[in-house]
Nanobody, 128 residues
Framework: QVQIVESGGGLVEVGGSLRLSCSAS????????IGWYRQAPGKQRELVAG???????DYADSVKNRFTVSRDGSKNTAYLQMDNLNPEDTDVYYC??????????????????????WGKGTLVNVSS
């Protein structure tokens, strides 16, 4: 069972920086996709930045040129460097990962099946 753990959140002033880390354990395979999402109270969870299944990066328009997503050589650890933070970035940030499997719960999937895993989130609080 893959487990996702985020870290690096905290309180920061406007214009400051934070670096979030996401680490996946429980698998020896490279994750097929990994990324960061955020969810404000009363709103849907939205993509912030991440690596797609094809290996490219994807960013929300609101964070382009401020946030940078990266991953280490094993591809099972991802980072989100957040610069020039503003109060609108205050949210709980969640890491999400995907793993393509052929078997799941006793069923064989000839085309493969993507399983998704979520962390519990880390709070980023930007004070004005």
């Amino acid at each position: 069972q893959v487990q996702i753990v985020e870290s690096g959140g905290g309180l920061v002033e406007v214009g400051g920086s934070l670096r979030l880390s996401c680490s996946a354990s429980g698998t020896t395979r490279d994750l097929d996709a990994i990324g960061w999402y955020r969810q404000a109270p009363g709103k849907q969870r939205e993509l912030v930045a991440g690596f797609t299944r094809e290996g490219s990066t994807d960013y929300a328009d609101s964070v382009k040129n401020r946030f940078t997503v990266s991953r280490d050589g094993s591809k099972n650890t991802a980072y989100l460097q957040m610069d020039n933070l503003n109060p609108e970035d205050t949210d709980v940030y969640y890491c999400r990962a995907e793993l393509l499997v052929s078997y799941h719960r006793g069923t064989y999937y000839p085309e493969g099946k993507y399983l998704e895993y979520w962390g519990k989130g880390t709070l980023v609080n930007v004070s004005s």
